[in-house]
């Protein structure tokens, strides 16, 4: 099966639902993705794109708990239409992107990266500490107030 690679700039517009499918993290979200044009009169608002995206696994631990509604985000995935019948037996369908990757929209926000920060659905498990072997170093100010290891 053919799967259409996909790129999409915009704003997360729903609350961001966390949930589990069998042993699988699963993060869903709508986005849209605005569209304008400058004008002589300023700026004029175009078309909109709106999305619903899917994480699954890994991407979906890493944006459990971490993005909100109004957050700015590039979205890269693959594409791909559901069709099915509404309450009143017609046809619709919808556009739906299963991310492999999401991340803030640099050119609209600032964050600070924490690879090692856990997610929200890692908190929930109990964590065992090492047991450290070697003592502690020894620290000592030197003249200028720096710290200094032995």
Known sequence: MFETPFTV???????VVARRAGESNVVTFRMASNSRKKTDDGWEPGNSLYVTVNCWGRVADGVAGRLFKGDPVVVVGYIYTSEYLDKEGNRRSSMEVRATSIGPDMARSQ??????????????????????TSPEPLETENSDGLVLSA
């Open 9 to 15: 700039v915009g704003n997360v517009i729903t609350d």
């Open 111 to 132: 964050v600070k990266i924490d690879p090692r920060r856990p997610s929200p659905m890692e908190l929930d498990q109990p964590k065992e500490e090492p047991e450290s």
